[in-house]
């Protein structure tokens, strides 16, 4: 007979025999009981200050490393603020595991002190969630939970966990093996797709790789990079992809869709052939789905069938693993191309052509302020491919995907489905745990900033030093632009006065991090350089930067690819290209 | 926009008629019908869902239905060969008792229950079988009616059950990982 344990000590064994080094959590009421043995546990638990900061701070850790995120959060309240980050990462494919203490089963349901529903509330925004009412369901659960978050599409998985299962007595047995009779991610792509694929991609002239975060996720960077230099295809790299495909490689072209390049936006255009892997053709990529790529075939590789056809045909569709994929891919097109090898000269000289008069740029201020993009490109180039990049969500965000050189996967986060402002903070205190010895640098908007930068604190306390550079343009900035645009310069509810309050400086200070300050174009390296060399405390730098800076290139929301616009009422001269 | 009928084999877990109804909803799809029952396996209930959709949109929700981890199986069931039934209970006035009854047996329906007032009649069939009934009961004075949502069964030897992983063959017993696995 096995010994007798508290729920709560199986849970956290449980968690031990997952193999998890860290969770991100806070305690509370009723998930109080399992904090007792975490008490004792090997795994570091970090306290952190705001419950959305747990669920983003596992995220963060998850994107970086690719292993499953955990964080621990108490009912109620506790639960609905991982509302945010449940969605968010089920959105970019994120595998997190949450724990969330329930009410005693008794009480649920009775509008008990602080009870939600949060299995209810977080069914549409999981993989798959669980309610746990039996101390001796706890160990399925929790392997069920980590084998789901990880394998096929990656996903979170929340585990809501009753009181008094935790602290009832049971007997603790990690289960060797699970049964889930509706669950089977397909690993290995079948034989015929990869005919089909091949075929296609041997008939095409005019043929991109389009890439999106699934190879990352996939760990198949390798795999694309032979498959690329095999087609000699135009690549290009979604938001979610930054890093999957070296910025400085011939073939790639950029990044698509809304603020993408107008090289990468123009190939899918003007393709015969979408070799889409791992995308899953949103809304910012494709802008007016009925006149996207209106001449190109798709073939479709993903490991989640419900992606195919969800918003755009696929004339192949490849379902698999992609390192799987792209790794039966390249023997069936070198077998193809033994018959006839396409030729892409005309498709390159027109894509080239393009990558050469339209390169992602901006121009500087003409008032002498600090240009937003060049604060981000020369931490760029300070801080190095090496190092990995956070943003929160808009105009920094894009500038940051556009002027940062990226060169590794997972050197790029960001909240791309959801677009959560105050993403940065907590995601890159997450991946800076994960990845202690690389410099995380989070590239914030005054108004992200002021979402979430309570975790700071949680970040000078435990020893873990992230940069945050703030790009302080006293707006919201990416709203203030559509307002600019879109609403004839009517600012309602943009200024956030970040330049007069708060002073970030000394918030940084009281929140125990170095705060420096940039002012002037010829300062920045040199602030820079000082954020880089303050490795002993978390730093945030506030830029101060002109205000009316935008984004472009851009294709407004609901308009065609093909309306791309380079600056304001400014289309590229098509008429000088040969498309 | 057309009807199809889908069969849907769930584990018999809590919140599983909820997950299904909560993915219809969010995803946008039109529910007409659903019936929810128990099978000959204890552990596994079955659902019946009847939509009205574009065809190409049915690989999608069949795929998105696919996608929740209780569910085993989903099978769109062919029009020709699947036996489609309803039931109904409806109470009807005694005011002309002679020709409800007369209806009551053209349409091979049943009483089930007597009253001064009203009369249960109880039907098993086909939607036209039940509307062509409600339609020449209507005018006799309906007081209340319930209908089931519809349940349907292919013919033959052929199951949904057969169309499950393990009926085919698949193992659906998995290893479990730590940590150090899933990095790669």
């Not at chain 2, 981890?69 to 002309?96: C, F, G, W, Y």
């Not at chain 2, 229950?113 to 039940?130: F, L, M, N, P, Y």
């Amino acid at each position: 007979m096995a010994k007798e344990i508290t729920g709560a000590s199986s849970l956290v064994k449980s968690l031990e025999a997952a193999g998890i080094d860290v969770m991100f959590g806070i305690p509370g009421g009723a998930i109080l009981p399992a904090y007792d043995p975490i008490f004792d546990s090997t795994i570091r638990h970090i306290l952190v200050r705001h419950e959305q900061g747990a669920g983003h701070a596992a995220t963060g850790y998850a994107q970086a490393t690719g292993r499953v995120g955990v964080c621990i959060v108490t009912s109620g309240p506790g639960a609905t603020n991982l509302v945010t980050p449940l969605a968010d990462a089920a959105m970019d494919s994120v595998p997190l595991v949450a724990i969330t203490g329930q009410v005693p089963s008794a009480a649920i349901g009775t509008d008990a002190f602080q009870e939600a529903d949060i299995r209810g509330i977080t069914m549409p925004i999981t993989k798959h969630n669980y309610l746990i009412t039996d101390p001796a369901d706890i160990p399925r659960a929790i392997a069920e939970a980590f084998h789901i978050a990880s394998t096929g599409r990656p996903g979170p998985v929340l585990v809501d966990i009753a009181k008094d299962a935790l602290q009832k007595m049971t007997t603790f047995n990690y289960p060797k093996n699970i049964q889930l009779a509706g669950y089977k991610p397909r690993v290995e792509p079948e034989a015929e797709a990869i005919r089909d694929a091949a075929a296609l991609i041997a008939q095409s002239s005019k043929p991109v790789l389009f890439v999106g975060g699934g190879v990352i996720k996939a760990n198949a960077h390798k795999q694309l990079m032979r498959l690329a230099e095999l087609i000699g295809a135009p690549v290009v790299t979604t938001l979610m992809a930054r890093g999957a495909f070296p910025d400085s490689h011939h073939l790639h072209l950029g990044m698509p869709g809304m603020h993408g390049t107008v090289a990468a936006v123009t190939a899918l255009q003007k393709a015969d052939l979408l070799i889409t892997l791992g995308a899953r053709f949103d809304d910012r990529v494709t802008g007016k789905l009925s006149s996207f790529a209106v001449n190109a075939k798709v073939i479709h590789a993903d490991i989640d069938p419900a992606e195919i056809g969800k918003n755009r045909f696929a004339d192949v569709a490849v379902i698999g693993d992609l390192a799987h994929t792209i790794s039966a891919l390249i023997p069936a097109i070198e077998k193809e191309f033994k018959k006839a090898e396409p030729d892409l000269t005309l498709w390159w000289k027109q894509m080239g052509s393009l990558r050469a008069t339209y390169p992602v740029g901006y121009n500087q201020p003409e008032d002498g302020s600090v240009s937003p993009q060049y604060v981000i490109e020369r931490i760029g180039a300070i801080s190095g491919p090496d190092s990995i990049y956070v943003a929160g969500v808009g105009q920094h965000q894009m500038w940051a995907s556009q002027f940062l050189k990226f060169e590794k996967p997972r050197t790029w986060l960001n909240s791309g489905g959801l677009g959560t402002m105050g993403y940065a903070v907590p995601a890159a205190m997450g991946a800076k745990v994960g990845m202690p010895d690389t410099t995380v640098w989070a590239i914030d908007g005054d108004g992200c900033f002021q979402m979430t930068n309570q975790e700071l604190v949680t970040c000078a306390l435990n020893n873990i030093p992230i940069k945050v550079a703030i790009i302080n343009n006293e707006s919201l900035g990416m709203v203030r632009q559509w307002q600019t645009m879109f609403y004839e310069g009517r600012y309602s509810n943009t200024s956030l006065h970040s330049k007069r309050i708060p002073d970030f400086v000394k918030l940084a200070d009281a929140m125990g991090c170095a705060g420096l300050r940039c002012e002037r174009t010829e300062d920045v390296d040199a602030v820079i350089k000082e954020a880089m060399s303050i490795n002993d405390q978390p730093v945030v730098v506030d830029f101060r930067v002109f205000r009316d800076a935008m984004v472009w290139p851009m294709v407004a929301a609901g308009s065609s690819n093909d309306d791309i616009m380079i600056a304001r009422g400014l289309t590229p001269d098509w008429d000088s290209q040969e498309l | 926009m057309s009807t199809h009928t889908l069969a849907v084999l769930v584990e018999n877990s809590p919140g599983v008629l909820a997950r299904v109804a909560s993915l219809f909803s969010r995803r946008a799809y039109n529910i007409d019908s659903l019936a929810v029952g128990p099978t000959e396996n204890p552990d596994i209930s079955r659902m019946t869902i009847v939509l009205n959709l574009e065809g190409h949109v049915l690989d999608q929700v069949m795929a998105q239905v696919y996608k929740l981890v209780n569910v085993i199986a989903v099978s769109e069931m062919p029009t020709q060969s699947t036996i489609h039934r309803e039931l109904l209970l409806v109470k009807v006035a005694t005011s002309q008792l002679d020709e409800v009854l007369a209806i009551v047996a053209r349409f091979g329906a049943a009483v089930v229950d007597e009253d001064a007032d009203v009369i249960t009649v109880e039907a098993i069939g086909e939607s036209a079988h039940i509307e062509g009934l409600l339609k020449a009961l209507t005018p006799l004075g309906i007081k209340e009616l319930v209908q089931s949502g519809l349940v349907a069964l292919e013919r033959g030897a052929a199951a949904l059950s057969d169309r499950t992983l393990s009926a085919q063959g698949i193992s659906t017993l998995h290893e479990v990982g730590t940590q150090a696995d899933y990095q790669n």
